[in-house]
Protein backbone atom coordinates (compact mmCIF):
# COMPACT_ATOMS: atom_id res chain seq x y z
CA UNK A 1 0.00 0.00 0.00
CA UNK A 2 1.21 3.18 -0.96
CA UNK A 3 -0.01 6.70 0.62
CA UNK A 4 0.34 10.11 -0.81
CA UNK A 5 -0.30 13.24 0.89
CA UNK A 6 -0.81 16.54 -0.47
CA UNK A 7 -2.58 19.95 -0.08
CA UNK A 8 -0.55 21.50 2.47
CA UNK A 9 0.84 25.03 2.69
CA UNK A 10 1.02 28.41 3.87
CA UNK A 11 -2.48 30.12 5.09
CA UNK A 12 -2.81 32.98 7.80
CA UNK A 13 -4.77 32.33 10.90
CA UNK A 14 -8.42 31.88 10.41
CA UNK A 15 -7.59 30.23 6.97
CA UNK A 16 -8.47 26.92 5.75
CA UNK A 17 -6.53 24.16 3.62
CA UNK A 18 -7.55 20.66 2.77
CA UNK A 19 -5.33 17.93 2.92
CA UNK A 20 -5.74 14.69 1.00
CA UNK A 21 -4.19 11.72 0.96
CA UNK A 22 -4.75 9.18 -2.24
CA UNK A 23 -3.85 5.49 -1.82
CA UNK A 24 -3.18 2.78 -3.99
CA UNK A 25 -1.87 -1.15 -3.92
CA UNK A 26 -3.84 -3.49 -1.85
CA UNK A 27 -5.77 -1.42 0.01
CA UNK A 28 -8.60 -3.65 0.38
CA UNK A 29 -8.63 -4.71 4.47
CA UNK A 30 -7.66 -0.95 5.22
CA UNK A 31 -9.91 -0.44 8.17
CA UNK A 32 -8.89 3.01 9.73
CA UNK A 33 -7.40 5.95 8.67
CA UNK A 34 -5.92 8.75 10.62
CA UNK A 35 -4.09 12.26 9.75
CA UNK A 36 -1.29 12.73 12.35
CA UNK A 37 0.50 15.45 12.99
CA UNK A 38 3.59 16.60 14.24
CA UNK A 39 5.08 19.93 14.99
CA UNK A 40 8.98 20.88 15.46
CA UNK A 41 10.36 19.08 19.14
CA UNK A 42 7.02 17.61 20.06
CA UNK A 43 5.74 14.04 19.44
CA UNK A 44 3.58 12.89 16.64
CA UNK A 45 0.22 12.85 17.87
CA UNK A 46 -3.39 11.71 15.89
CA UNK A 47 -5.57 14.35 14.91
CA UNK A 48 -8.65 12.54 13.31
CA UNK A 49 -9.61 9.17 12.54
CA UNK A 50 -12.13 7.22 10.51
CA UNK A 51 -12.91 3.81 10.82
CA UNK A 52 -14.56 1.85 7.60
CA UNK A 53 -18.03 2.05 9.33
CA UNK A 54 -17.84 5.71 9.29
CA UNK A 55 -17.40 6.38 12.93
CA UNK A 56 -15.04 9.56 13.24
CA UNK A 57 -12.95 11.10 16.32
CA UNK A 58 -10.82 13.82 16.65
CA UNK A 59 -8.25 14.93 19.12
CA UNK A 60 -10.05 18.04 22.11
CA UNK A 61 -8.35 20.74 19.92
CA UNK A 62 -9.53 20.50 16.23
CA UNK A 63 -12.88 19.42 17.16
CA UNK A 64 -15.71 21.53 15.55
CA UNK A 65 -12.73 22.79 12.85
CA UNK A 66 -11.83 19.91 11.60
CA UNK A 67 -13.33 17.10 9.27
CA UNK A 68 -12.13 13.90 8.14
CA UNK A 69 -13.79 12.43 5.37
CA UNK A 70 -13.25 10.11 2.18
CA UNK A 71 -14.15 9.11 -1.22
CA UNK A 72 -13.96 5.66 -1.30
CA UNK A 73 -14.44 5.43 -5.24
CA UNK A 74 -11.25 7.55 -5.63
CA UNK A 75 -9.11 5.39 -2.98
CA UNK A 76 -8.87 8.71 -1.06
CA UNK A 77 -9.36 10.01 2.55
CA UNK A 78 -9.77 13.64 3.40
CA UNK A 79 -8.90 16.55 6.39
CA UNK A 80 -10.86 19.62 5.61
CA UNK A 81 -9.42 22.53 8.22
CA UNK A 82 -10.95 25.29 8.98
CA UNK A 83 -10.62 28.42 11.74
CA UNK A 84 -6.41 27.31 11.42
CA UNK A 85 -4.24 28.53 14.48
CA UNK A 86 -0.88 29.00 14.45
CA UNK A 87 -0.62 25.81 16.70
CA UNK A 88 -1.94 23.90 14.19
CA UNK A 89 1.52 24.34 12.10
CA UNK A 90 3.20 20.96 11.03
CA UNK A 91 4.06 18.33 9.11
CA UNK A 92 1.07 16.46 8.58
CA UNK A 93 0.97 12.31 7.47
CA UNK A 94 -2.05 10.30 6.42
CA UNK A 95 -2.22 7.07 7.90
CA UNK A 96 -3.80 3.94 7.11
CA UNK A 97 -4.15 0.70 9.24
CA UNK A 98 -5.40 -2.32 8.91
CA UNK A 99 -6.44 -4.23 11.53
CA UNK A 100 -7.26 -7.91 11.78
CA UNK A 101 -7.58 -10.35 14.51
CA UNK A 102 -3.33 -10.86 16.01
CA UNK A 103 -1.79 -8.29 13.07
CA UNK A 104 -1.90 -4.60 12.96
CA UNK A 105 -0.79 -3.04 9.75
CA UNK A 106 0.30 0.37 9.46
CA UNK A 107 1.01 2.49 5.96
CA UNK A 108 2.35 6.00 6.18
CA UNK A 109 2.66 8.94 3.63
CA UNK A 110 5.41 10.95 3.41
CA UNK A 111 4.21 14.09 4.91
CA UNK A 112 2.82 17.42 3.84
CA UNK A 113 3.45 20.75 5.86
CA UNK A 114 0.35 22.94 6.67
CA UNK A 115 1.85 26.73 8.24
CA UNK A 116 -0.27 29.12 9.69
CA UNK A 117 1.05 32.56 10.07
CA UNK A 118 -0.22 34.91 13.09
Known amino acids: VQLQASGGGLVQTGGSLRLSCAAS????????MNWYRQAPGKQRELVAS???????NYRNSVKGRFTISSENAKNTFYLQMNSLKPEDTAVYYC?????????????WGQGTQVTVSS
Open 50 to 56: LTSSGAK
Open 95 to 107: NGRRVRIGALDDY
Open 25 to 32: GSVSGINV
